[in-house]
């Protein structure tokens, strides 16, 4: 059971926009920054936002974080195949004093 | 940017010590500015954050594998290092090294990663 809740997956078609959440409590999300990565199958894990909102140089402004209270999300905008992925959001815990993250989203582009 | 390689054995028997290096390249494990990583993710499975290190050699573990696990650092040889004992089935996993720029848990750059598969 992961410290961070998010859908385990969603999908949309090619061309329209999603959003996934993540939820977790006062002692992470609600009060430490927030990251986003996405993992392509087979690959390692890439960082998509961090910050709650930033976005690394190379992300197109496609992706967009942002965080209310105790919840994140990752928003993406003209979906396309290759954005199918699991997505991953994480933060620091500052009760366990340690890094955590959500359980993923699978997210298809039908 | 920082480039990271996972290296270490891929076979390890149950009940021993797990041990992975992770090599830093273009970019000094020195840097006031980064924090050092290590996350698994079992097959099929979601992530894991398994600990972080500084420069300084101050760390932070997670509390359900902290009585195992020991993250160092070498600044010498521009490498970091984890330790995970007593390993049974369920450390099997993909283990990857990070860096991570000002916060613990920005994980800008990412080694590819290596399966390290605990048998009997």
């Known amino acids: 059971q992961s410290v961070l809740t998010q859908p385990p997956s969603v999908s949309t078609a090619p061309g329209q926009k999603v959003n996934i959440s993540c939820s977790g409590s006062t002692s992470n999300v609600g009060s430490n920054y927030v990251s986003w990565y996405q993992q392509l199958p087979g690959t390692a894990p890439k960082l998509l936002i961090y910050d709650n909102n930033k976005r690394p140089s190379g992300i197109p402004d496609r992706f967009s974080g942002s965080k209310s209270g105790t919840s994140a999300t990752l928003g993406i905008t003209g979906l396309q195949t290759g954005d199918e992925a699991d997505y991953y959001c994480g933060t620091w815990d500052s009760s366990l004093r340690a890094g955590v993250f959500g359980g993923g989203t699978k997210l298809t582009v039908l | 940017q920082v480039q990271l390689q996972e290296s270490g054995p891929k076979l390890v028997k149950f009940s021993e010590t797990l041990s992975l290096t992770c090599t830093v390249s273009?970019?000094?494990?020195?840097?006031?500015?980064?924090?050092w990583g290590w996350i698994r993710q079992p097959p099929g499975k979601g992530l894991e954050w398994i600990g972080s290190i500084y420069y300084s050699g101050s760390t932070s573990y997670n509390t359900s594998l902290k009585s195992r696990v020991t993250i160092s650092v070498d600044t010498s040889k521009n490498y970091f290092s984890l330790k995970l004992s007593s390993v049974t089935a369920a450390d099997t996993a993909v283990y990857y090294c990070a860096s991570a720029i000002r916060v613990v848990t920005n994980l800008h750059h990412w080694g590819q990663g290596i399966l390290v598969t605990v048998s009997s």
């Open positions: 273009s970019g000094s494990i020195s840097s006031t500015s980064h924090y």
